[in-house]
């Protein structure tokens, strides 16, 4: 199985800040790669696909991005609202494998 | 509006059998594959099983092969898990999720328990 090793576990950050979070393949996985924010007591929600490309309705502040085998979550001048948890995945090989998730708090 | 609802979770006893649904509306079902996707505080988020969009190709993580089967119905825009001989470590709140990219729609999640 492709291990994912997300990076931090948490962090806290401020509004102006540029937030970054980072998954690690244990091997090439050809940009099938997505991002998720969830919320306490709700179901994930996608907010990038193939490494770099901003689901629909999710806002520009979003963005993905690759160097090597590792996968990078940006969120520029991040607000209140985007504190949760927040999970990768690789879908390049069966079985899909999620890294352990960040959880943001902002404030 | 796309819309996937659960529904079938609850409490069963080690060795028993329950059939999840998850009833599509919204789009054409019969045109994405679907997958399960399930999340515990422990292990996190782990990929279940996963169906093509006729129902022919059907995939499985190692540790439910064997006792989970996913099927869809595209005429009633459902698709389905059946557990069976069910362990205390399938439990967990249990997604029904549409694949196209990653996983763009999910379901609000299900719980099931298994214990004695």
């Known amino acids: 199985d492709i291990q994912m090793t997300q990076s931090p576990a948490s962090l806290s950050a401020s509004l102006e800040e540029i937030v970054t979070i980072t998954c690690k393949a244990s091997?090439?996985?050809?940009?099938?790669l997505s991002w998720y924010q969830q919320k306490p007591g709700k179901s994930p929600q996608l907010l990038i696909y193939d490494a770099t490309s901003l689901a629909d309705g999710v806002p520009s502040r979003f963005s993905g991005s690759r160097s090597g085998t590792q996968y990078s979550l940006k969120i520029s001048r991040p607000q209140v609202d985007d504190s949760g948890i927040y999970y990768c995945l690789q879908s390049y090989s069966t079985p899909p494998t999620f890294g352990g998730g960040t959880k943001l708090e902002l404030k | 509006e796309v819309q996937l609802v659960e529904s079938g979770g609850g409490l069963v006893q080690p060795g028993r059998s329950l059939k999840l649904s998850c009833a599509a509306s919204g789009f054409t079902f019969s045109n994405y594959g679907m997958a399960w996707v399930r999340q515990t505080p422990t292990k996190g988020l782990e990929w279940v099983a996963s169906?093509?969009?006729?129902?022919?190709?059907?995939y499985y993580r190692d540790s439910v092969k064997g006792r989970f089967t996913i099927s869809r119905d595209n005429a009633k825009n459902t698709q389905y898990l059946q557990m069976d001989s069910l362990r205390s470590e399938d439990t967990a709140t249990y997604y029904c999720a549409r694949r196209d990219g990653g996983y763009d729609y999910w379901g609000q999640g299900v719980m099931v328990t298994v214990s004695s």
């Open positions: 169906i093509s969009t006729g129902g022919g190709n059907t």
């Open positions: 091997q090439g996985i050809d940009d099938y």
